[in-house]
């Protein structure tokens, strides 16, 4: 099914406004007013807000004859009276339903509660991890392999659309649970699948939430044609386009400090773009995560963030929550208003544009689809090729190869008969390879798939860890000295490759029998290799370890520079580099109907300030964020292009910069400084 777009694209500057209000608490919006909502909205630049038909707790605030108000509403139409009056200042109100989570429904209809294979909870932040589950206080989830409640869904939003001039529906927590309820149970013997195998579960979860998914999108285009649809649950699951016909757009929930960190997003939007979808992301104005009242990002942090999302060609949304009395919270409107001010400046050069892109990552998570968030491998080399500053997309097995220079496999892609074809046309044409530990084996795991000039031994190196030996050619920035690779390593020899490095065992693996020292042995200085490291053979290079989640795990960016010796080697001209810092991010995007490029150049470095924050699991996470972001200078950047730009400048402030270009298309651009974001435009050069 092909990408179904509504009328109207996206907005730039969104807010998503929580409303999840205990039937407990009185005078539920008794002080909202419409003037001063409108009023704040509009001073922080904001042009969309989702507001909330029903919450999680089960409760309408609209009066609805399909659903339940709140038994403490104070205004019988609080959700009519937010969108009357966002409509007549130009504010558009997408309008949320949740799904899964509908506590009364949970309460009210037990039978309709998913069973965990597993047992697991969904319980709350904070809640004692001895507690019983199910006396814990929070959301009960329910499974969608029941119709009369999928029609009850349906009717709700059939209503609201009806009745309210939205532009959309959101509906929330649409997700895999594990459930294994009598409902799921018959399903799954009905279609021969296994109970007992944790992927026939995701697979039975999968389909009955695409059954629903397939009953409200439908019914809803054929009276609403235009109605955006979206259904969320937390992370854009990389399993191909058809996975997403029922949506009309994308939102990619990424709160960086509410447990997604500030690596999930990128990975994630890289994947969205090529899609083709109208995609946005979700950040929050909270200091940690939804739910949180009184809690606030630092503005620099919001922009930081917003900048990232525009250089990734997302619109941006900020979660807030509303307080049950129904008051807009000032402060928090403050805070966003300088990002919104600055995205709002910068949309001229936004719209429209796609990105430039020369590396793909196959995506381990489309491989191994039990992952709830991106797979590790994944999030590794989307980490290293954001500070190595390469331009990439994610990619799933159904994309196209033949845009891209180079295609990543990052650590653990099986190589079926199919995709080993697709590969062989692509290199053949011109196309570059970088596989690593696993990947590139046959699904057996019994041998390489593509000719890479190596042969895979009948077991892996039993030394771990093992250290890695590398010649002068691969990278500069490599030791001499072997260094310490903390992963297991296929044992490789090569057969035509070329070796760049090798693998050096230690004296012996740490036991009770013999140890040294507090960690590990040292190399072996005299022994013998155990096999290739690191190889490359007719443009396809090959690392003999999980290279990218061993970088995602530990950090250390010696493994990064492998990888950087590679890409050089492989693609020795980029589209663009500079001398930003690590930390620093790099976009390039192409405005056709423009005829101009924008250069993204980012700054804001993400320190662990919290290290104990309790998470729902019970536990605790560190908290990763950013207070405050120093400004950069000079900072240089070379752009590769086709021809000689006719003008470069910034998209903010439109000043001229400096800038050169020689004979072989490459405009170098000096800036005397940069603070958080700089959008470099460069005029009439294809």
Known sequence: ????????????????????????????????????????????????????????????????????????????????????ACAAADIETPIYITVQWDERSARENPEW???????????????????????????????????????YVLEQAREVATRYPTQGLFFDIVG????????????????????????????????????????????????????RVFYNYGHINKNGPERFSTYTHLELESLPTGGWGYDHFPSSARYAAPL?????????????????????????????????????????????????????????????????????????FLRGARQVSEIAILSAEFYHPEYRRNHESDDGAAQMLQELKRPFDVIDGFADFSPYRLIILPDDIPVAADLAARLNAYVAAGGKLLLSDKSGLDPQGQGFALDLGITQGAAPVTFLPSYIRAGTDLDASLPEAPFVAYAQAQTITAHGATVLADIVPSYFNR??????????????????????????????????????????DVGQPLYKYVVRGLLDRLLPDPAFTTDLPSAGRATLTHQAAENRHVLHLLFGAPQIRGKALPNEN??????????????????????????????????????????????AGVVTVRLPGLHIHRAVVLDGAR
């Open 276 to 348: 083709g979808f109208d995609f946005l992301g979700q950040t929050g104005k909270f200091h940690t995560s939804w739910g949180e009242f009184g809690g606030f990002k630092q503005p620099q942090a919001l922009e930081y963030e917003i900048m990232q999302m525009s250089a990734l060609g997302a619109k941006s949304l900020v979660g807030d929550q509303l307080h049950p009395n129904g008051a807009i919270n000032h402060d928090t409107y403050k805070s966003i208003a300088p990002a919104y001010a600055r995205l709002e400046k910068l949309e001229p």
């Open 176 to 227: 895999t649970h594990d459930c294994v309820c009598d409902a799921c149970i018959k399903r799954m013997h009905e279609h021969g699948l296994d109970p007992l195998n944790p992927a026939d579960r995701l697979r039975n979860d999968e389909e009955v939430n695409e059954v629903f998914r397939q009953e409200i999108s439908q019914a809803l285009f054929q009276r609403f044609p235009n109605l």
């Open 618 to 663: 019970g536990g605790s996470r560190p908290m990763e964020m950013i207070e405050d972001i120093p400004t950069l200078g000079p900072v240089t950047a070379a752009v590769r292009l086709k021809a000689r730009p006719s003008r470069v400048y910034d998209a903010a402030s439109g000043d001229d910069l400096d800038w050169s270009a020689d004979d």
């Open 113 to 151: 509660r998913v069973v965990s294979a597993t047992n697991r909870y969904q319980h709350g932040l904070n809640a004692d991890p001895s507690a019983l589950k199910q006396l814990s206080p929070a959301w009960h989830t329910i499974c969608l392999n029941h119709k009369e409640y999928r029609d």
């Open 511 to 552: 036991s009770y029998r013999h140890f040294s020292s507090h960690q590990h042995a040292p190399d072996d200085p005299a022994a013998a290799p155990l096999g290739a490291a690191v190889t490359e053979h007719n443009g396809m290079a090959y690392v003999a370890y999980p290279i990218f989640r061993l970088y995602r």
């Open 1 to 84: 099914m092909p990408v179904r777009q509504p009328s109207k694209p996206l907005r730039y500057r969104q807010i998503h406004l929580d409303f999840h209000t205990s039937e407990h608490i009185p005078a539920i919006g008794a002080d909202f007013d419409a003037d001063d909502f409108v009023k704040t909205l509009k001073a922080a630049h904001v042009d969309s807000i989702t507001i909330f038909a029903k919450c999680h707790h089960g409760w309408a605030y609209y009066p609805t004859t399909i659903g339940f108000p709140h038994p403490q509403l104070a205004r019988p139409d609080l959700m009519g009276e937010m969108v009357e």
